[in-house]
């Protein structure tokens, strides 16, 4: 893509930090896909906006469905109060999805600013705030009825287990092998492993950590879920005993809808929002039943 060098760089001046073009490339085209959704302004050759939809495979109601997140929604500050490229992004972007495909979500996470931007334009609707939500060391239990064994990404208990669970998921991404691998795996920076979760030699889920120590490089000091497919209502029991098998308090995000057992949460100040024009669903339904975790977006 021509204008990834002007993107870094009107990335560094929007957030303040840095972002190489390997993972604007991984993260704007997995393998699925040939091609960048993305709007990108530009005033005699210079990028001074961008708005970008990360092309993914979702699920509803038992069909495979076109899904775009949306993300790195910038315009440089001296070029906010001249032209209105917010407005501008979200129609062009909006448009090329639906000329591509007819059945389609687009949906997102942000800080509390660009959300109100999106509801003041009548453009998203609100979800529900993604909430942290914990489980103790000092609470695991002595008996276990879960084992945790390390996976390789390829692993085909992954795929099996997707498509037996999938059924109980009425709207989210689809979580099989190659979602794993090009999300975790293949990460430019990050690096996750992944666990498979067992009961009574069944494989019941898996769970995908971050691999950073507790504490280090201004993370928490809970071991991060980054992701999770696990069996009907077991999340709560599953999460409480890997904090035992990790020997560290865990953090998750699961909505409100999964998350039956948790007690003790913390709001982490991030909007879940779609948007309403052209949506496959509408937003009560998402309200209902979209899952997600930490995964779903692109800074874990």
Not at 66 to 84: E, G, I, N
Not at 127 to 152: G, H, M, N, S
Not at 170 to 181: K, P, S, V
């Amino acid at each position: 893509m021509q204008d990834h060098f002007g993107l870094i760089e009107l990335f560094e001046t929007v957030f303040g930090h840095t972002i190489t073009p390997s993972i604007w490339y991984w993260k704007y085209v997995p393998k699925w896909t040939q091609r960048h959704y993305c709007y990108v302004g530009r005033v005699e050759g210079k990028v001074i906006g961008y708005f970008g939809a990360v092309p993914l495979r979702g699920y509803i109601d038992g069909e495979e469905t076109a899904f775009f997140q949306l993300a790195d929604f910038m315009v440089h500050p001296d070029y906010r109060l001249k032209y209105d490229y917010f407005n501008l992004g979200c129609t062009h972007i909006l448009g090329d999805i639906k000329e591509t495909y007819s059945k389609h979500l687009v949906y997102g996470f942000s800080g509390h600013a660009a959300f109100r931007y999106f509801v003041r334009r009548k453009l998203g609707g609100f979800i529900e705030k993604a909430q942290t939500r914990y489980k103790r060391l000092a609470d695991a239990p002595r008996t276990t009825q879960f084992e945790f064994v390390d996976w390789k990404w390829t692993a085909p208990e992954v795929d099996a287990l997707w498509h037996r669970f999938k059924s109980g998921i009425r709207a989210g991404l689809i979580r099989d092998t190659d979602y794993l691998t090009w999300r975790y795996a293949s990460h430019p920076v990050n690096n996750y492993r992944l666990v498979g979760v067992r009961r009574g030699g069944e494989d019941v889920g898996y769970v995908v950590l971050g691999n950073d120590r507790p504490g280090e490089r201004d993370r928490a000091k809970e071991v991060p879920i980054v992701d999770a497919l696990l069996l009907g209502d077991m999340a709560a029991d599953v999460v409480q005993e890997l904090a035992g098998f990790l020997e560290n308090d865990v953090m998750i995000w699961l909505p409100d809808n999964r998350a039956a057992g948790f007690s003790e949460q913390t709001d982490s100040g991030t909007h879940g929002y779609h948007f309403i024009k052209d949506s496959a669903v509408d937003t009560d339904f998402l309200r209902e039943h979209l899952y997600y975790t930490m995964g779903d977006v692109d800074w874990w």
